[in-house]
């Protein structure tokens, strides 16, 4: 399970930058934010897995991320 969260982060980060190459454009905020959870997620899962985090500390990781996430959707940024 640790090796699939680990390629996860590879091939997430490796498709974020390969799409904005072929799109011709720079890394934005939505993109940064995208690339964050795409490595925070599988490493906070690949700890747990491992018994180096407990359970109160994978749901304040995962509860800050998803906020991390989220935030600015409302508004009117193109995510560029």
């Keep these: 399970m640790e090796v699939i969260a680990a390629l996860v982060m590879v091939v997430g980060l490796g498709g974020t930058f ?9 890394i934005g905020r939505r993109a940064i934010q995208a690339m964050t959870i795409i490595l925070v997620v599988p490493a906070t899962m690949i700890l747990a897995l491992e018994g180096v985090l407990n359970s109160q500390t994978v749901a304040a990781i995962l509860g800050a991320t998803i906020g991390y996430g989220l935030s600015g959707t409302g508004s ?4 560029v």
């Design 76 to 79: 009117k940024d193109t995510g």
């Design 18 to 26: 390969l799409i904005r190459w072929r799109l011709k454009k720079g």
